[in-house]
């Protein structure tokens, strides 16, 4: 049997980057083992009727050549992803009676909304002031709990000052600064992008979203496939292996420490169990599953996660369109459709499930990709996870007729009220493919439905949740790590990698990245 020196359980961005970083920095061998019948977890991708729709890529901040990280990501792929800026106003968010732009420079952004308040100026100005100092509480902070103690605590002692910041609600600070209503919600128009509206979410959360695109938006040619293939080409270069068809049911815990994982592996209609050893396990599975199902022994996390909330759940239709949506005049932007000023209600409404959204992000992949060959949609809207209980337990494909008519009613009111919003919209619309949270549980394995499993509260940073090391030999990787999205699972690989190559591990990861120059630099 061949042997490894890690073994990942997941290959979406987190488990497939901690390998690549592991067989870069390290120079470890190390086995990916995927249960689905394709790698890359969220950011994996589709096809139907010869149209293309990544899953969890949406778009990227920060990918600027040169960056802290783009380095990090242009590390984990060897340079070999090729990323698009997107139009300088990449953003753009749609009110009832107001309409506010994005744009890719952080001082102009503060400009535009000085100009449209300016009653509110100087609070609009230390607003930015406090992002940059919640994100980058948020971004110590999680490394704090990933290093050695001394360190750690003196990390701490510097970061008192900003505590309390991070720690509030996003809703409590935007109520307690701003008097307009309509400034408040175009300041929480970004809500989405980690799953959880302004009175629930810590405001750190918010600030680190905000700040990771207050420099644009970017897209990688060829999509999420291009990320993965990179990834796994570095990986099988190493001397390890990426494996789908292969569903680890239990991680292995010997005198303490973790030792392998007992794997289930499917070839045909066949299907064998067996053990593969090694020293170090890294969960890409999430922290539910990871702690609740994939180790049987008890860990003192469960708790602390059978209290903790999941973030809001979505529906997604995937549209294939006959012509191109620059007909209309859209041009790659990302637009946030919003038919109130209160998000916190638009986060509870289950109006989707009518056919009747009262918000929507409406994106489109193929004009943010020069490598696409068809053009299409995606419009997302948030919808309560119970009112799918019914079909819990069904089978994906084979959930009856009600469940069918259900997603149908969802899609056609999805692509109806873009249309009241862009007219002509529904004539491009050649295909609909919804997702429900049913499918996010089938292949992600969250039991939520959530693309946000662990919803990002003042509580779950209260907590330090989670480090990690969950354990002796044993590391958790990806959004739960970190935070929401390729870049939060990109930096949750950083922290398991680091942290399973020894003290030293995260700044030879940081050292390494520093190194790597800027494409187009000799």
């Given amino acids: ?95 009832p009676d107001e309409q506010f732009a994005a744009p890719s420079d952080a001082d102009e952004y503060a400009d535009r909304l000085c100009a449209r308040f300016p009653a509110e100026a100087s609070a609009i100005r230390a607003y930015f002031a406090d992002v940059r100092r919640a994100s980058g509480w948020f971004a110590r902070e999680v490394v704090r709990w990933n ?31 701003f008097a307009d209503p309509a400034l408040r919600a175009a300041l929480a128009s970004q809500w989405g992008d980690y799953a959880l509206p302004p009175r629930d979410s810590a405001f750190a959360m918010h600030a680190l979203i905000v700040d990771h695109y207050l420099r644009g938006g970017w897209y990688p040619v060829g999509g999420s496939t291009a990320m993965t293939a990179a990834m796994v080409g570095v990986i099988r270069d190493g001397g390890g292996d990426a494996q789908v ?8 815990i010997e005198n303490g420490s973790a030792a392998g994982v007992r ?13 593969v050893r090694a020293p170090v396990v890294i969960s890409d599975a999430g922290a539910r599953a990871t702690v609740g199902r994939l180790v049987s022994r008890s860990m003192p996390q469960e708790r602390l996660l059978a209290e903790h909330p999941s ?45 009747e959204p009262g918000h929507a992000y409406l994106s489109f992949p193929s004009l943010k990709d020069p490598g696409a060959t068809r053009h299409t949609a995606e419009i997302i809207t948030t919808v309560p996870a119970a009112a799918f209980a019914a079909w819990s337990g069904t089978s994906w494909q084979r ?18 009220f873009v249309e009241t919003r862009a007219p002509g919209f ?38 330090k949740m989670f480090p990690s090391r969950i354990g002796p030999g044993l590391y958790l990787t990806g959004a739960d790590a970190m935070s ?11 922290m398991a990698a680091g942290s399973a190559m020894g003290p030293l591990g995260i700044p030879r990861v940081m050292a390494r990245a520093a190194r790597r120059r800027p494409p187009g630099v000799a």
């Fill in 399 to 416: 959930r009856g007729d009600d469940y069918d008519q259900l997603k149908r009613r969802i899609g056609d009111g999805l692509v109806h």
């Fill in 484 to 494: 929401l999205g390729i870049a939060g699972a990109l930096m949750g690989a950083v």
């Fill in 1 to 95: 049997m061949t042997t490894y020196d890690a073994i990942v359980v997941g290959s979406g961005v987190g488990g497939l980057a901690a390998a690549s970083l592991l067989t870069q920095v390290g120079g470890w061998r190390v086995l990916v083992l995927e249960r689905h019948f394709a790698l890359g977890g969220f950011n994996h991708a589709f096809q139907r009727k010869g149209f293309h729709w990544d899953i969890g890529l949406h778009y990227v901040g920060d990918m600027a050549p040169g960056s802290q990280l783009r380095r990090i990501m242009d590390l984990v792929t060897r340079g070999e992803v090729d990323w698009r800026r997107m139009p300088d106003e990449f953003d753009v968010f749609h009110y």
């Fill in 263 to 275: 794997v289930a592996v499917k070839r045909g209609r066949a299907s064998r169990v067996h053990e």
């Fill in 147 to 177: 290093i050695p103690r001394p360190a750690s605590a003196a990390l701490g002692w510097a970061q008192r000052r900003d505590r309390a910041l991070a720690l509030t609600t996003t809703g409590a600070y935007l109520g307690s600064r």
């Fill in 426 to 463: 529904r004539a491009l619309v050649e295909h609909v493919e919804v997702s429900t949270p049913l499918t996010v549980s089938q292949f992600a394995g969250y039991p939520s439905g959530s693309f946000a499993d662990l919803a990002g509260t003042p509580d779950r940073l209260r907590h």
């Fill in 245 to 252: 068809y292969s569903t680890v049911e239990e991680i292995l």
């Fill in 311 to 355: 973030g809001t759940a979505c529906v997604t239709a995937y549209l294939g369109l006959a012509r191109s949506p620059e007909e209309l005049g859209f041009h790659g932007e990302n637009h946030w459709y919003f038919t109130s000023l209160d998000h916190d209600a638009a986060a509870a409404s289950d109006g989707a499930l009518r056919g």
